[in-house]
């Protein structure tokens, strides 16, 4: 595809790749508006310089991923890559110049949107959601504890030192979220569906505000509800950025979750009469 403009829209909570280590997911919009995805890319290890933030248009130069058969999949040409920065677009006239492109095309029926998703001529993988309502955010204790093989490997990796360029050293791996958020949704047709958010921005708003409650759990996790729920959900014209994985993009009923929000303003429409 050569040297190519994207919109940064979504950016993954971190994972651990046996074979890449510490990845995150990035997807965008190209500048016609379609989805493109940018897996693997070693945000935390970039150069300071090439760390992009959401919303942000970056120039690289991306080939497909020969390893993914979803079509909106591509990688960074080589693991060095340059990613050059470009302008971040702003929040005036309510979200106005990243509707154009987040809004250009949006599913309510998710009966519909799985339905491409297991076409293999179709193969959707990337999709902005408008849910009907959100009915409830659930939370989910899990292990704090990374998969200790993953992280020996991953350990291995930076060890060579031949994978990615180290922005410093040691590298300290994420920590892991010890809870799962998700979202109960209803669509259009009132089929109800419950997604887990893997959005890079609860992650950290999780992080942040367990720190600043001195580590006590029960006070982060409402706290990440309050946003979610009572302000984006309940307050917002929210919007959901979904995705699959590669592992279940046809094996799973609804191989989709939520990879992020858009929340503008919600607008009042008047009558002419």
Same mark, same amino acid.
């Given at each position: 595809m050569g040297?190519t403009?994207i919109?940064?829209t979504v950016k993954?909570?971190? #994972?651990?790749?046996a074979?890449y280590?510490?990845?995150?997911?990035?997807a965008?919009f190209?500048e016609?508006?379609t989805w493109i995805?940018l897996y693997?890319v070693?945000?935390r *290890?970039l &150069?300071?310089?090439e760390k992009?933030?959401?919303?942000q248009?970056?120039?690289l130069?991306? @080939?497909?991923?020969?390893k993914?058969f979803?079509p909106?999949s591509?990688?960074p040409?080589?693991i060095?890559?340059?990613i050059?920065?470009l302008e971040?677009?702003?929040t005036k006239?309510n979200w106005?110049k990243r509707?154009?492109f987040? /809004?250009?095309? @949006?599913y309510?029926?998710?009966?519909?949107?799985?339905?491409?998703?297991?076409d293999?001529?179709?193969?959707?993988? /990337?999709?902005?959601? &408008?849910?009907? *309502?959100?009915?409830?955010f659930?939370v989910?204790?899990v292990? #704090?504890?990374w998969? *200790?093989?993953?992280v $020996?490997?991953?350990?291995a /990796?930076?060890?060579?030192?031949n994978l990615? $360029?180290?922005?410093?050293?040691p590298?300290?791996i @994420?920590?892991k979220?010890?809870?799962k958020? #998700?979202?109960? +949704?209803e669509?259009?047709n009132g089929?109800?569906?419950?997604?887990m958010i893997?959005?890079?921005?609860?992650?950290?708003l999780y992080?942040n505000?367990?720190?600043?409650?001195?580590?006590?759990e029960? +006070?982060?996790v409402?706290? @990440?509800k309050?946003k979610?729920f009572?302000?984006?959900?309940l307050q917002?014209?929210?919007?959901?950025?979904?995705?699959t994985t590669?592992?279940?993009?046809?094996?799973?009923?609804?191989p989709?979750?939520i990879?992020?929000?858009?929340?503008?303003?919600k607008?009042?429409q008047?009558?002419?009469?």
């Amino acid at each position: 595809m050569g040297l190519t403009k994207i919109l940064i829209t979504v950016k993954t909570y971190p #994972s651990l790749s046996a074979t890449y280590g510490e990845l995150v997911c990035t997807a965008g919009f190209l500048e016609d508006g379609t989805w493109i995805r940018l897996y693997p890319v070693p945000f935390r *290890k970039l &150069k300071k310089e090439e760390k992009y933030k959401k919303y942000q248009w970056v120039e690289l130069d991306i @080939v497909k991923n020969d390893k993914d058969f979803r079509p909106e999949s591509f990688r960074p040409a080589t693991i060095d890559t340059p990613i050059a920065l470009l302008e971040t677009i702003d929040t005036k006239g309510n979200w106005f110049k990243r509707k154009q492109f987040a /809004l250009k095309k @949006v599913y309510t029926d998710i009966k519909k949107l799985i339905a491409e998703a297991h076409d293999r001529k179709v193969c959707t993988s /990337l999709a902005v959601f &408008k849910p009907a *309502k959100v009915s409830d955010f659930k939370v989910e204790k899990v292990s #704090s504890v990374w998969d *200790k093989k993953k992280v $020996d490997q991953l350990k291995a /990796l930076n060890d060579q030192g031949n994978l990615f $360029d180290m922005e410093e050293l040691p590298f300290e791996i @994420v920590e892991k979220l010890p809870y799962k958020f #998700s979202y109960v +949704i209803e669509d259009v047709n009132g089929v109800s569906s419950t997604m887990m958010i893997e959005d890079w921005e609860i992650g950290q708003l999780y992080r942040n505000t367990l720190a600043a409650a001195e580590g006590n759990e029960a +006070i982060a996790v409402e706290k @990440v509800k309050e946003k979610y729920f009572n302000y984006f959900a309940l307050q917002k014209d929210l919007h959901l950025y979904l995705g699959t994985t590669k592992a279940f993009h046809y094996r799973s009923k609804n191989p989709f979750m939520i990879i992020g929000t858009f929340t503008p303003d919600k607008e009042i429409q008047t009558s002419l009469f």
